[in-house]
């Protein structure tokens, strides 16, 4: 009765991988209990966890590298594996919230979240990929937009552009302070979308910065985002809280894979109670001010509060 904070399955956004084929899917070995699915298992995985209780799933492609280029355009193509496969699932289960990632890095020969030229990011030539993108997803039947690109200026320029289309309804969270973070190396095993040269350190924030996220943070309020989002989200904790503190728009915690391996590495080794350490991370990004996190625990979560 007077806890303060509570988890629940509400709350709890899942990110989800999708992969080419049938009837298959593929554990990625730096995230235990997380596999990447083809379109098919995918539905039946997304309709099981609509049983437990989640709502709403964040996908992400791993794209061929045949289908990749330096200008990202298998992403906008509607044939395209990620496409196609957010149709079917709106069709099939419409009540499913999905949430697309917009930004270059699964479909780029380059690995970047922007076009590169000459070892630099071009932001307002990777803003007209990035329109092509969202509008493309929106088109698919996507609710929630989520710009993960960190460019400058994407979250007014989607906005104004799904406005002119038709798609006012369409909501955007946008990554507004996404850190240059270590804790993302799983993610990028499992799309193989590491950058193949280079960094990320020229579009995405630097961990020493916590004012520099309130300047994200009203650049985005401005442009028109509906979700404030932090990530990671466990190293960032007083990032959430300061945003929590400013903004009336709801916060968002991507809790990210290095967190989730971290946890389920040392859980497999017994040296935490994994079970234990998950709702006491979670918990803590509550405490800290989110009303939404992004978890790859969410299943598992979700599992534990039917019983
Ligand atoms: C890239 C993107 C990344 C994640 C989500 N979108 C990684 C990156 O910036 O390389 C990371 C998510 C995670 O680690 O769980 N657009």
Not at 172 to 192: E, Q, V
Not at 240 to 263: C, Q, R, T
Not at 280 to 305: D, N, P
Request: hydrophobic letters at 40%; aromatic letters at 10%.
């Amino acid at each position: 009765m007077v806890r303060e904070h509570q988890v629940s399955t509400n709350d709890l956004i899942y990110p989800m991988f999708m992969q080419e084929g049938k009837n298959e899917r593929s554990e990625i070995s730096s995230m235990p209990g997380i596999f990447r699915y083809t379109p098919d298992l995918l539905i039946r995985e997304i309709e099981l966890c609509m049983k437990l209780g989640l709502k709403t799933f964040a996908l992400f492609p791993k794209v061929e590298d045949s289908l990749k280029d330096p200008l990202a355009k298998e992403s906008y193509n509607e044939k395209g594996l990620y496409l196609k496969t957010i149709k079917a699932i709106k069709s099939e289960l419409p009540e499913a919230c999905i949430m697309t990632d917009v930004a270059m890095d699964p479909y780029s020969s380059d690995g970047h979240d922007g076009i590169l030229k000459n070892g630099k990011i071009l932001n307002d030539a990777t803003l007209e990929v990035l329109g092509k993108m969202a509008l493309a997803q929106a088109e698919a039947g996507a609710d929630i937009i989520g710009p993960s690109d960190m460019m400058d200026f994407r979250v007014g320029y989607l906005r104004e552009m799904l406005d002119n289309q038709g798609f006012e309804d369409v909501s955007i969270m946008s990554y507004t302070a996404k850190y240059a973070s270590a804790f993302y190396g799983p993610f990028r095993n499992a799309l193989d979308s590491a950058p193949k040269a280079g960094d990320k350190k020229t579009y995405q924030m630097d961990p020493a910065n916590q004012a520099e996220a309130l300047i994200e943070a009203e650049l985005d309020f401005a442009e028109g985002a509906d979700f404030l989002m932090v990530k990671p989200a466990l190293a960032y904790l007083d990032v959430i809280k300061l945003l929590y503190d400013n903004y009336e728009l709801p916060i968002a915690a991507y809790n990210v894979s290095g967190e989730y391996a971290m946890i389920k590495a040392a859980s497999e080794k017994g040296w935490i109670d994994g079970e234990r350490a998950m709702a006491e991370a979670l918990l803590s990004m509550k405490r800290a001010g989110a009303k939404v996190i992004l978890t790859y625990f969410a299943k598992e979560f979700a599992v534990l509060s039917n019983y």
